[in-house]
Nanobody, 121 residues
Framework: QVQLVESGGGLVQAGGSLRLSCSVS????????MGWYRQAPGKERELVAI???????NYADSVKGRFTISRDNAKNTVYLQMNSLKPEDTAVYYC???????????????WGRGTQVTVSS
């Protein structure tokens, strides 16, 4: 059974940095798009950053220049390096991957359980 396992969240002061990781457990054939989303209390889930299999990236305007998404295909892992963190970055961060399980002819959309990021002022 395929699952996404996130790590790296925590509490940090404004201006600090955190690095999130998301790895795939289970047998898969390939991964297409990998990304990070976040949801703050009382708000809808929003896109933070995505990276395609061709390493094209897209970022939310609010994080451009501060966050960097990257992927390690050999480890089936996506990272989110977050620098110059602000209190408004506080949210639960969710990993998302569009991937093909080994036993499936098609790709599916998978989500992690989320990791809390709290930025204090």
């Amino acid at each position: 059974q395929v699952q996404l396992v996130e790590s790296g969240g925590g509490l940090v002061q404004a201006g600090g940095s955190l690095r999130l990781s998301c790895s795939v457990s289970g047998s898969i054939r390939n991964i297409n798009v990998m990304g990070w989303y976040r949801q703050a209390p009382g708000k809808e889930r929003e896109l933070v950053a995505i990276i395609t299999s061709g390493d094209s990236t897209n970022y939310a305007d609010s994080v451009k220049g501060r966050f960097t998404i990257s992927r390690d295909n050999a480890k089936n892992t996506v990272y989110l390096q977050m620098n110059s963190l602000k209190p408004e970055d506080t949210a639960v961060y969710y990993c998302n991957q569009v991937l093909q399980p080994f036993s499936s002819p098609v790709r599916y959309d998978y989500w992690g359980r989320g990791t809390q990021v709290t930025v204090s002022s």
